[in-house]
T-cell receptor, first 116, second 115 residues
Framework: DAGVTQTPRHEVAEKGQTIILKCEPV?????LFWYRQTKIQGLELLSYFRSKSLMEDGGAFKDRFKAEMLNSSFSTLKIQPTEPKDSAVYLC??????????????FGPGTRLTVL | QQKVQQSPESLSVPEGGMASLNCTSS?????YFWWYRQHSGEGPKALM?????GDKKEGRFTAHLNKASLHVSLHIRDSQPSDSALYFC???????????????FGAGTRLAVCP
């Protein structure tokens, strides 16, 4: 089975630009997560979808960050407008999300975003 | 204050040695713990979970959980250079899905295994 796919792997943007990051979860997984990873803040949850429904949108990230799940096999994270403080690694993860049990999250390789 | 705290921030052990990583939760609602490992340039990957008091062993990795003190540790015996990575402890409030099993991650411990 293919793992979580993220594109692009690297993105460089000018301040004020709009960027869109893409994620394809593991086939059949119902839960999808977007995280931001920085050395200072560590892993921060941006968004969580269950069966394409947005369950959590990460409070502090509401303003300029918007995640969407267009279908069960594709999600995007839009940052508009970008600021230099958005420079980070953005990770997508998926999980089976079945009603019973507790399953690990499978992470993609991440997109490293640099905002100049 | 972070709800999941890890120590040490970094650790260096010789090849073949034992590495011990620690994690403590300040939130008594966190009862279920995971260890994730992240190699440079990759996403984190789950190593093991531990939900019950006591030890859980998987190969060279042993996790220990003390629910009374909300302390969990990870011990890596016979450490290999390939174990060099960032190790995250993650905690969750609920085991049974149906509600949102959000993972709260610690800041990580960077392990270096020197040949």
């Amino acid at each position: 089975d293919a793992g979580v796919t993220q594109t692009p792997r690297h993105e460089v943007a000018e301040k004020g630009q709009t960027i869109i990051l893409k994620c394809e979860p593991v086939s059949g997984h119902n839960d999808l997560f977007w995280y931001r990873q920085t050395k200072i803040q560590g892993l921060e949850l941006l968004s969580y979808f269950r069966s394409k429904s947005l369950m959590e949108d990460g409070g502090a990230f509401k303003d300029r960050f918007k995640a969407e799940m267009l279908n069960s096999s594709f999600s995007t994270l839009k940052i508009q407008p970008t600021e230099p403080k958005d420079s980070a690694v953005y990770l997508c993860a998926s999980r089976p999300g079945q009603e019973r049990g507790f399953y690990e999250q499978y992470f993609g390789p991440g997109t490293r975003l640099t905002v100049l | 204050q972070q709800k999941v705290q890890q120590s040490p921030e970094s650790l260096s052990v010789p090849e073949g040695g034992m590495a011990s990583l620690n994690c403590t939760s300040s939130d008594r609602n966190f009862q279920y713990f995971w260890w994730y490992r992240q190699h440079s340039g990759e996403g984190p990957k789950a190593l093991m979970s531990i939900f019950s008091d006591g030890d859980k062993k998987e190969g060279r990795f042993t996790a220990h959980l003390n629910k009374a003190s909300l302390h969990v540790s990870l011990h890596i015996r016979d450490s290999q250079p390939s174990d060099s990575a960032l190790y995250f402890c993650a905690a969750s409030e609920q085991r049974i899905s149906g509600s949102f099993n959000k993972l709260t991650f610690g800041a990580g411990t960077r392990l270096a295994v020197c040949p």
